[in-house]
């Protein structure tokens, strides 16, 4: 096999990869926005209902959370499983992983913003939507940004994992073509590949952190 054909096949893996990683991101942030309220609330049940989820999620392997994820439709309701229903579970998987550890992300910054500022802007008379959109929100996506970074640069390599429930992404190609030519090509180019997608969203988080630096 040439090295064009090793770059085409990986390339396309590529492609699934980049699908993971964007579907996460877009369900797991504002899930983990959610979570983290949770597990703020004044309600004990409510709040011990998210810690013990958080505490589940991060402190269980995410291989086999995926794998819960797949075969827990078979063992609770026997449906039958379908390649179909594959992807969803990798994201499904993927989502309420990552949202325990945004969620934790997410309240570390809004306790880390002094309670005067509540103060202050409800004796200016907003109100408490229009104190944490405009006056909080804004704050804490400054603090937390270093935090959700790295974060966002693990669930690029974590995207790996989809292997487990057999879906074909970067990393599943590269063994596949390694095993097929004995060669450790296709795992160096996959690395390189690795590298390049981190650089790129370490760019663009930087990007965002400097034009958020006027708080």
Known sequence: MTFHVILTEL???????VGIFALTLLFSMPLGFLVSFGRMSKQPVIRLITQFYISVMRGTPLMLQLMVVYFLPWYLFKIPLSSFWRFPAIILG???????????????GIEAIPKGQYEAAKLLGYSRSQTFLRIILPQVCK?????ATNEIITLVKDTSLAYTLSCI???SVAKQIAAAETSMVP???AALFYYIFNLLVSFVMNRIEKQMSYY
Do not use: C, D, K, Q
Request: negative net charge; without cysteine.
């Open 94 to 108: 993927f989502t309420i992983n990552y949202a325990a550890y945004f969620a934790e992300i997410y309240r570390s």
């Open 187 to 189: 795992f160096a180019v």
């Open 143 to 147: 603090i937390i940004l270093p935090a």
């Open 169 to 171: 992404e970067m990393f």
């Open 11 to 17: 390339l396309n893996g590529m492609l699934l990869t």
